[in-house]
């Protein structure tokens, strides 16, 4: 078995290059300052106003919302209204055959959500996203409590963080 040769490779990298050079100023960030396109992104994201969500479960959504949408603190004008629906559900996969108590939890979060104008009209942005958190379960019932609520807050932040780039992605001027 031979290696390549030197010259070969470094002819290859130097091709690569060459032909990635011509898109270098394609790239822009998403949240960047300049914007996408002229439109500003973050602060199209820290003008829309999160509805409250009901229940714990909601709680949790809707402050991972709050801050993964506007992190900065800075109040904005409102300028969309996001709408958040969910269902979430417990399953127990796994069943101690001799005690007959779950050794560990799933937990399952189906949210929908609907981004539309403050002011009134069709969504800009909308559809559905589904995130699971496992944890054990033990024989301490407050350590189960706590657990079971460790993996809706780690459900919560993935979804959020799921609705926080389709919207962005929304955001974006079609071209």
């Not at 409250?52 to 300028?79: M, V």
């Not at 937990?107 to 002011?119: H, Q, S």
Request: include cysteine; charge should be positive.
């Amino acid at each position: 078995m031979s290696s390549p040769d030197p010259t070969r490779r470094a002819f290859g990298a130097l091709a690569a290059i060459a032909a990635a050079l011509p898109l270098a100023g394609c790239f822009q960030p998403l949240y960047g300052s300049g914007g996408v396109g002229g439109v500003d992104v973050a602060a199209e994201m820290r003008a829309i106003a999160v509805d409250p969500i009901p229940d714990r479960f909601g709680h949790y959504l809707g402050n991972e919302l709050i801050f993964a949408l506007n992190g900065t603190g800075q109040a904005a004008p409102t300028k969309y209204r996001l709408l958040v629906t969910y269902k979430n559900r417990v399953q127990t996969p796994i069943i101690d055959a001799v005690t007959g108590r779950a050794d560990s939890a799933t937990v399952w979060a189906d949210v929908n959500y609907e981004l539309t104008p403050a002011a009134g009209g069709a969504a800009v942005v909308k559809g559905a996203v589904a995130s699971l958190a496992d944890y054990d379960r033990s024989s301490q019932r407050y350590a189960n409590i706590r657990a079971a609520r460790d993996a809706e807050i780690r459900a919560a932040k993935s979804v959020a963080d799921q609705i926080r780039l389709r919207i962005a992605a929304g955001l974006l001027p079609k071209s």
